[in-house]
């Protein structure tokens, strides 16, 4: 494990890995969303004040999410502790950042949609914060083979996971899933005939289910039923996208509209001139 950049190469600054790699990611993100957000021709200044409202909602419910985990409240950190000191949640990162998103739109009444310009971005942003994951936080549960990250004892006592066994690395896969996204929203799916906004819908939709999915192996503390909070959170919101993405198919969002007759749209293809032989004049 490596808590701090120092650990992992000893000319580098003693600064919190996990931060880092996130300021990294959100550095890298925003990167991406003004290329996207200049390919698309968007001129409007007030998208900024949307992707401020993003980051502030996500940096406040990222904290807020992992706040009241115990019925006896005296067990749960007071808020400004949870705020200041707390653990910090994904998936409530993006839920606060699609809540910051509209109530900065509401605010400075920006009217277009903005998803597809935040999709890659948030894409190439979890990739590289997971990093900072990897490197410090537990691995996983044990794969039961051969294979996997070991701890030695002293990673083992910071991280809270077992010594000497090979762990699942959860977090390589959630690493890969977001790149394998950002190289499909950037080369294939910004260039789809997908309905405005939409291609972040799908991106997450897909998320969701691997997140569920790797909770199994990535070793948080079971609340009910065999799930863990994640879990028990995606039971609720990926029916909502799936609904969602299933009203999308029925409507044909993800197909271009058909020309409307008598549009320009549907005018027949102009016929090329053809060069026609002078004739010479007689006098």
């Known amino acids: 494990m490596f808590p701090t950049l120092q650990d992992l190469a000893g000319w580098l600054p003693p600064i919190d890995t996990h931060s880092a790699f996130v300021a990294l990611g959100l550095l890298a993100g925003g990167v991406v969303f003004v290329f996207e957000k200049r ?7 007030r998208v900024w004040y949307v992707m401020l ?8 419910l990222a904290r807020l999410g992992t706040w009241a985990q115990h019925l006896d409240p005296t067990h749960n950190l007071s808020l400004i502790d949870q705020l200041a000191y ?3 949640s994904m998936l409530s990162a993006l839920v606060g950042a699609w809540l910051g998103v509209h109530v900065a739109k509401r605010i400075v009444r920006y009217p277009d949609r903005t998803g597809d310009l935040f999709a890659p971005a948030v894409a190439v942003a979890m990739a590289i914060g997971r990093i900072g994951c990897l490197l410090t936080e537990k691995p996983g549960t044990p794969t039961g083979a051969g294979w996997g990250i070991v701890l030695d004892a002293d990673a083992a006592a910071y991280t809270g996971g077992p010594a000497g066994v090979p762990l699942h690395p959860s977090f390589v896969y959630e690493i890969a899933f ?4 950002f190289a499909l929203l950037w080369f294939w799916l910004r260039h789809r005939p997908i309905a405005a906004g939409e ?5 997450i939709a897909a998320y969701g289910v691997l997140r569920f999915i ?7 503390e079971v609340a009910w039923m065999d799930l863990t909070r994640p879990q028990l ?14 009203w999308m198919v029925r409507h044909d969002r993800f197909r271009l509209p058909a020309p409307v007759p008598g549009t320009a749209h549907d005018a027949p293809p102009p016929v090329p001139l053809q060069r026609i032989p002078s004739r010479e004049v007689r006098r």
């Open 199 to 203: 291609t972040l819908t799908l991106y």
């Open 86 to 88: 707390g653990n910090a």
């Open 53 to 60: 409202g993003a980051l502030a909602g996500a940096a406040v």
């Open 214 to 220: 790797v909770e199994f192996v990535r070793g948080n």
């Open 39 to 45: 390919r698309r021709g968007v001129s409007d200044d």
């Open 178 to 181: 977001h790149a394998l996204a």
């Open 233 to 246: 959170f995606l039971l609720v919101t990926l029916p909502v996208l799936f609904a969602r993405i299933l």
